[in-house]
């Protein structure tokens, strides 16, 4: 780019005969005008940037500050997980679910085993069908605290992050409660659970259920009729109801597009159908839109906990079936049967009949499709994730092509990407 | 078994092959030639209106024998039907499909993720390139089952290619087309550029 000065007279030429500063009008310097309109940049976002939410790209052409060219790059965190699914057994591919969408590990652990056990016919037992909608809508609280707490931080407002972070926090703690870890809960099994919720867990989630939607009103009551925020966000990046089909966008991104389109609705999987929440759908499509449906989200999925624990059964968590659940450690140890059964599942692995399996559900993000082929054996053929925020970044240069460059940072905020899911 | 089948073979005859009735969902096999047409007349048919791709993937088998398939997950959103559309491919032959970007602009990622992926090529595709790997990436295609877990070349050799990756190589030449970025590159780009040498790491000795 060749480099352009512009010479501007900002002095005054002298004083008049009274003393004072002779007033000249602002005026272009003379000669020929510079032609600002003409050259195009090039910028480059990412794949280390804060607001770009995780190792993303994007090159960006701009002619001024408006968006002309939006090109992604994707990729810096592939890890392989599809390939490495297929030189695992069943129950090794769950911890590799965590690693995926690492911000709702326990949605992933449910969806992965939900498409196993669609492949092998297992039916699991009512108390694992309850806890497992427990793990779902705990991860999409803490997905969605995350995508407001740092979106908010993209659009200028640092307090609700910290509130965001902070209700975050009390689900970690109850994550870790429950499965050990923070991150990688590896929480499902197939056929059923890593373990049962541990004493004490039950009455902190009732004391987070009560608790929690005082926050969600107090982030309410800073964003929603905040002028600053609906003016960076109301209006942009707007994807109409036939757009968002079309680009197969799934989740908080087609429901703010005015798609009524909620697999817990429309296809319910463990027993959704009899919970009493609500789908928020939006009509514009744009950015506040999806603010406002993954806000109302957060109020559902605490109606939804309120009721799965109230509810709870007592029971096993896991199918009464030796051929895919491992026996006790004791029992493993002092009888015959036993003993050959954790065996044979350690070493061989559970064997799956041949034929192939989808289960789509609903995750934070949208769709997580787990697609199962297997050949009979006790790995599988192939293992695909269907990975809802790959599928809805593919519509951010439609969205963002013509925008300002500010809008660009405020779109890339609405998809709700997590570089994990998108590079596997 | 879903009703759009009979339909599909009374207008496609032949060109629908078997389909089958796996745990509930039903997969019906597509010749490689009518694909689009298959494709735009389950969109587009009252009655059927798969208005929704829900994913483009391609499966290939352990067993050397049995063709490659491009799997489509195809809903109908307003009536909660899924149909699962196959379409397979000889591995010996030529791995082509007819790209179906032109009736869903979010088959646009997935079918370069396949293409990616698979090495199956989707004519008529706006802009196949490479998505997970980067483009100059020489190794094959990964989720192949002749291409080995730990990659192609050995760790040493992928080290090095890393570590001497030209610059440039992280714009495309669509990109360096942008703003004349081009002429601002440095000569001894500028030249690796014009020699074609875009990315390419010099053989080891």
């Known amino acids: 780019m060749s480099k352009r000065t512009v010479e501007l007279e900002l002095a005054t030429p002298g004083l008049d005969a009274q003393g004072a500063p002779v007033r000249v009008p602002l005026a272009p310097a003379p000669g020929d005008a510079p032609d600002l309109g003409a050259e195009h940049m090039l910028v480059n976002l990412g794949p280390q940037h804060p607001a770009t939410h995780g190792v993303l790209r994007l090159v960006v052409e701009l002619d001024g500050e408006t968006v002309v060219r939006v090109i992604p790059h994707i990729g810096y965190l592939h890890s392989g997980f599809e390939k490495l699914g297929e030189y695992r057994h069943y129950n090794q591919i769950i911890p590799l679910t965590d690693r995926t969408d690492y911000l709702s590990p326990m949605a992933n652990n449910v969806g992965v085993a939900m498409a196993a056990e669609k492949l092998m016919g297992i039916e699991i037992t009512p108390r694992c069908t309850v806890l497992r909608v427990i793990a779902c809508e705990m991860s999409r609280i803490i997905s969605h605290m995350v995508w407001l707490g740092t979106t908010s931080i993209d659009l200028g407002a640092f307090t609700p992050f910290l509130w965001a972070f902070q209700e975050r926090e009390r689900i970690y703690n109850l994550q870790e409660m429950w499965t050990g870890a923070r991150l990688t809960t590896s929480v499902t099994r197939v056929g059923g659970m890593m373990a049962d919720i541990p004493d004490g867990f039950v009455a902190g989630l009732k004391e987070f259920t009560r608790t929690y939607p005082k926050t969600l009103d107090e982030i309410d009551h800073v964003l929603t009729r905040n002028a600053v925020w609906a003016g960076r966000t109301q209006g942009v990046g707007v994807l109409t109801r036939d757009e968002a089909i079309n680009l197969s966008l799934s989740g908080p991104m087609l429901r703010a597009s005015g798609v009524a389109y909620d697999l817990r609705k429309d296809k319910p999987y463990l027993g959704y159908e009899t919970y009493d929440f609500d789908v928020p759908v939006g009509e514009h499509g744009d950015v506040y839109d999806r603010y406002l449906v993954r806000l109302e989200e957060c109020y559902q999925s605490n109606r939804i906990l309120a009721q799965a624990v109230e509810r709870l059964p007592a029971g096993p968590i896991n199918v009464d079936d030796p051929r895919v659940i491992l026996p006790p450690k004791s029992r493993a140890m002092s009888d015959m049967e036993a003993m050959i059964y954790h065996f044979k599942q350690v070493m061989e692995g559970v064997k799956a009949p041949v034929g192939e399996a989808y289960v789509g559900i609903e995750n934070p993000k949208g769709e997580l499709g787990n697609y199962f082929v297997s050949d009979g054996t006790a790995k599988p053929v192939r293992w695909r994730i269907r990975p809802p925020s790959f599928i809805n970044l593919a519509s951010i240069a439609r969205m963002a092509e013509g925008r300002l460059l500010s809008d660009l940072i405020a779109i890339n905020a609405s998809v709700d990407i997590v570089m994990g899911e998108i590079d596997r | ?205």
């Not at chain 2, 039903?26 to 494709?39: F, S």
């Not at chain 2, 490659?68 to 196959?86: G, I, N, P, S, T």
């Not at chain 2, 001497?164 to 590159?185: G, K």
Request: charged letters at 35%; a negative charge.
């Open chain 2, 1 to 205: 078994m879903n009703p759009s089948v009979d339909a599909l073979r009374t207008t496609f005859g032949s060109a629908i092959g078997r389909a089958l009735d796996v745990r509930g969902d039903t997969i019906v096999y597509v010749q490689r030639e009518r694909l689009r047409d298959v494709m735009r007349w389950l969109r587009d048919t009252p009655g059927h209106e798969y208005h929704y791709l829900v994913d483009v993937t391609a499966v290939e088998y352990r067993d050397r024998e049995r063709p490659l398939e491009v799997v489509y997950f195809l809903r109908a959103l307003h009536r909660q039907v899924d149909l699962r559309v196959k379409v397979e491919l000889d591995a010996t032959g030529d791995l082509t499909v007819d790209s179906v970007v032109s009736l869903w602009a979010g088959a646009d990622w997935l079918e370069r993720e396949v293409y990616d992926m698979f090495g199956i090529t989707f004519s008529g595709h706006p802009d196949l390139r490479r998505i997970l790997m980067w483009e100059t990436y020489s190794e094959g295609y990964p989720l192949r089952k002749d291409f080995p877990l730990r990659g192609r070349f050995s760790r040493a050799e992928q080290v090095r290619q890393a570590l001497n990756i030209s610059p440039e190589a992280n714009y495309s030449m669509e990109e360096l087309s942008i703003a004349d970025a081009y002429d601002d590159l440095p000569v001894d780009m500028r030249e690796r550029l014009r020699k074609g040498e875009r990315g390419r790491v010099q053989e080891s000795e």
